[in-house]
């Protein structure tokens, strides 16, 4: 699977790339509608980095929902067509990204997606 992402390549400076999304047996494909800036996407766009991180930053972004694509074979929580938020995944500065089953949770009801 192919998507586009933002790409933190220093600070300040966001390009779009595309890149490759593999999906593991316990992992699940996201196909986004909604992310969102938090304080730790914000320090980083500002150089602001903490020791763990480094640029370039080819996966940005950790809070986002959408609609799950596929879903790998030893998935059993989620299936395609779910709505799901996620918590601290990166990389959902992107047409899609992938998250382990746990880091997922079904989106609420009426949220517009």
């Known amino acids: 699977m192919k998507a586009i992402a933002a790409c933190l390549q220093e600070p300040k400076k966001l390009v779009l ?3 490759e999304i ?3 047996d316990d992992e699940v494909l996201v196909k986004t509608h909604k ?3 938090c304080g730790t996407d914000k320090n980083e766009f500002l150089g602001l980095v903490s020791h763990y991180r480094s640029y370039p930053m ?9 609609v799950v694509e596929a879903v790998g074979a030893k998935v059993t929580k989620f299936k395609a067509g779910d709505k799901v938020m996620n918590y601290w995944r990166r ?3 992107s047409t899609y990204w ?3 089953q746990d880091q997922l949770f079904i ?3 009426g949220l517009d997606m």
């Open 91 to 93: 990389g959902t500065f």
């Open 17 to 19: 790339k595309e890149r």
């Open 22 to 24: 593999t999906l593991g």
């Open 35 to 37: 992310a969102s800036i």
């Open 58 to 66: 080819e996966v940005y972004g950790h809070e986002g929902a959408g």
């Open 107 to 109: 989106a609420p009801e």
């Open 98 to 100: 992938k998250a382990g």
